[in-house]
């Protein structure tokens, strides 16, 4: 299926596992293709694939992913030796932690990359190279993010199989057609008509330093993610002591969740820009190029665009081809624009504040229709 094909970067060595599920072969009479999901699509994208690969777009130039690597670590030393050489007084003090924010957040878009298998050819070095950069650099389980994030991918915006979205119902009311489902049964978790409002300064700033914390650290625990344990511990051993040394508790315990709060709010507006405006309901088991399109969208690529957002400003490429090294997603974006007009697929691109205000537009909408279902029907 699309599915696998899309996850998987050695073919072989995977199908050896699913040897043991196989129960036998259709019949030549057997459709192939489940009536719900679009059989000229299918077929249409597998050719894409193929071109996709004899192009080369699916192998990493690793020099590229070297050289953001380089700079993250110089951002990294940077952010130390700001308050080592200016002192800690209030002015080097913020300029550290933006510092530290941009390495950080740059460090989150490589290890997307690594978990994605993006970035080496074999399967081993990504692994490997994620534990340095997810647990090491960033403090959390690579495995944790492997299991949340594979999920996100297969059902991106299907309630109860997108862990992404399960902020609803119970922080947010999410897409039309929940928020109306919502109101119709008279469920008020929070006061939905006011998400917009509450959504500054809730998700963004809050994601990573109270649940993002607790939850990977818990779900290493549980999952007996051993190694993760260990790497991420050195992070917290290297952070502490290094600014440790420089910064009283206090200060030091400000400067880390401030760092993590302005790294929360860079990543959030980010990843769900291309989202939560777009379709979210139960799973429709649709075809793969019908599930991944209707819950994503693009953002106008740049210079700036490309590094500010870790290249997810190509995300309708990206969730179509997981695998595929970013720096390669402007290539195959003409390919995909055509196959989508051909099928008559929407293929929305927009500019990057215009995703911004389009993620407080929805929720805004979305409690309004809330709103209206709750006290009228």
């Known amino acids: 299926q699309d599915a696998f094909v899309a996850f998987h970067v050695d073919k072989l060595l995977v199908s050896k596992y699913l040897k043991p599920l196989q129960i036998g072969e259709l019949a030549p009479d057997e459709p192939d293709v489940e009536p719900t ?93 994620h534990k340095f950069v997810m647990c090491h650099l960033i403090g959390a389980s690579a495995r944790w993010w492997t299991l949340l994030h594979s999920q996100h991918h297969a059902k991106p915006n299907c309630f109860r199989k997108d862990p992404d979205i399960d902020m609803h119902p119970f922080l947010f009311t999410l897409g039309k057609k929940f928020s109306v489902e919502l109101g119709i049964k008279k469920k008020k978790y929070m006061p939905y008509n006011h998400q917009h409002k509450y959504f500054f300064i809730t998700l963004p700033p809050l994601l990573f330093p109270t649940y993002f914390h607790c939850h990977t650290f818990y779900i290493a625990y549980t999952k007996r993610y051993w190694a993760d344990l260990a790497w991420m511990l050195s992070f917290y051993i290297r952070f502490f002591f290094i600014y440790g040394s420089l910064l009283g508790i206090k200060s030091l315990l400000a400067y880390y969740f401030i760092f993590r709060m302005l790294e929360s709010s860079w990543f959030v507006w980010v990843s769900q820009m291309n989202h939560i405006p777009m379709d979210i309901y139960y799973d429709k088991n649709l075809d793969w190029v019908s599930t991944q399109l209707q819950a994503t969208c693009n953002v106008e690529q740049s210079l700036f665009n490309d590094w500010f957002t870790g290249h997810l400003n190509f995300q309708i490429e990206h969730h179509l081809f997981p695998t595929m090294p970013r720096h390669n997603y402007w290539k195959v974006a003409p390919l995909v624009k055509s196959l989508c007009a051909k099928h008559g697929i929407e293929y929305q691109c927009k500019p990057l504040l215009t995703a911004f205000a389009d993620i407080v537009h929805s929720l805004k909408n979305s409690g309004e229709l809330w709103l209206d279902a709750y006290l009228h029907k």
């Not at 699916?58 to 690597?69: G, I, R, S, T, W």
């Not at 933006?98 to 070095?125: E, M, N, P």
């Open 37 to 129: 999901k679009n059989k000229m699509l299918v077929e249409d994208f597998r050719e894409l694939r193929t071109t996709v690969e004899k192009m080369g777009l699916l192998k990493p130039n690793q020099l590229f992913f070297f050289l953001h690597l380089v700079h993250i670590l110089l951002l990294d030393t940077a952010a130390w030796l700001i308050l080592f050489y200016f002192g800690t007084s209030l002015i080097p003090f913020m300029v550290s932690l933006v510092v530290l924010t941009v390495s950080q957040i740059q460090a989150s878009w490589l290890q997307h990359d690594l978990g994605h298998l993006s970035v080496f050819r074999t399967t081993k070095w990504n692994h490997l190279l």
